[in-house]
Structures are given as C-alpha cells and as structure tokens.
C-alpha cells in the first residue's frame, strides 16, 4: 500500500513535466527515474537498507549529481549574457551548497584546509557567492516577473519547481514521518536525490531554455 501511496504521489508531482517537456527533456528525465525506480526496487523490494544509510550509495550519489550539475551550470553561464550568466552561476553556487549536507568532508582523509572550506567555518564563502549573485538577480527582479509566465512553462521552472517541492515539502514530510511509512528514510533520501536530478536535467537544458525565453521575449516586443 506504501509504495502504491508513493507512486501516486510521485506520479502526481511528475504530471506536469511529462506533459509540457519537449521529447529531449523526456528522454533525459526518463533515463533518470528509471534509475531512481531501480534504486526503489533494491532498497525496497530487495530490502537492501544499506543503501540509504549514512554517506551509503544514496548519499554518495546525491553529492556526485551535485558536483556535476554544479559543474554544468558554470559552464552553461560562458554561453549567456550578463542576466542570465548571473542565474547559472547562482545555481551552480547553489549546487555546490547543496553537496555539503551530502558528503562529511571532516570524515575523510582529506587535508585540512578542504576540511575547513568545506566543512567548516570556510563555507561562509559560498554563501556570501551566492548571496551576491541572488543581489545582482534581484537588480533584475523587474524583468523576471514581468516574464515569469515564460519562466514557469519553460523545462528550467518546472524542473526547479518540481525540485523545491521534492527537497522543501516531500522530503521534510518524510523526514518527520508525516505519512506513517514503513521505508519513510529511505523516502527522503529518494526524494532529495529526485530533487537533485530534476537540477541536473534543469542544467543540461539552461543556455537552450533560456534562449527561448529570449526569444519569445523579443517577439513580445515586436508585437507591442
């Protein structure tokens, strides 16, 4: 009953992507859950719990979505102008945040200064990144809700929707236990990891998504 709960749920959540998602995007995302239902059925169906356990597979592999959707985005910012360079560098920022509550770097044999960067105190730096980089969004603000519409129904704002919903409302819900599942863990580590391929799919789609955005903007124009 739990899983058919979940499928339900997850179902519901993904509706919206697989109606509006060009067929690239479909095929990537496709590719991708197929990974997580077999990560379902290990777990699960297998009754294989070492799988999400602390800094286990499912962890492991959050942190090293993270890092390479982190590593898409600055790359995918050479290719945008001003406006938008600032938004992949934000994400890609953001990505990079976001593996550290994934991997305990002060557990590794690694050399302190990393452990201090990464760990520790010295993360402030990337906060302080991405919070200048939210400002220089923000300088924008007047253009991105005058086109929210565009942002929204484009791949990037359903995947970046789709992934707020996953890490903010599915996985604290789990997390807490709020459904009474038996697997709820592994639940919230699923959903996160969902959350964090949705950023990956959001990352390989960026410089075309936003082109288009650009494009559609400029025919609005025209037609005032």
């Not at 993270?66 to 050479?78: I, K, M, Q, R, Y």
């Not at 994400?91 to 593996?99: A, G, N």
């Amino acid at each position: 009953m739990d899983s058919f709960l979940i499928a339900v749920l997850f179902g519901a959540l993904f509706a919206t992507g697989f109606v509006f998602l060009d067929r690239r995007n479909l095929i990537v995302l496709s590719v991708l859950l197929s990974g997580n239902l077999a990560l379902w059925y290990l777990a699960v169906g297998r009754g294989m719990d070492f799988i999400y356990e602390e800094n286990s597979w499912m962890e492991n592999i959050q942190a090293g979505v993270l890092l390479v959707s982190c590593v898409v985005f600055a790359f995918a910012g050479f290719a945008l102008r001003e406006k938008h360079r600032a938004l992949a560098l934000f994400l890609s920022v953001l990505c990079f945040i976001f593996s550290f509550r994934e991997v305990d770097v002060d557990e590794l044999e690694v050399s302190a200064w990393l452990i201090f960067l990464l760990a520790e105190e010295g993360r402030a730096i990337f906060f302080v990144m991405a919070l200048v980089l939210l400002a220089l969004l923000l300088k924008d603000a007047k253009y991105y809700l005058a086109n929210r519409m565009l942002y929204l129904r484009s791949s990037l704002g359903i995947h970046l929707v789709q992934a707020a919903i996953l890490l903010v409302a599915l996985s604290r819900a789990f997390e807490k236990d709020l459904f009474g599942f038996r697997h709820h863990v592994f639940y919230e580590e699923l959903s996160e990891l969902l959350a964090y391929c949705l950023l990956f799919v959001a990352s390989l789609d960026l410089v075309k998504a936003l082109r288009g955005i650009e494009s559609k903007v400029g025919q609005q124009g025209d037609d005032r």
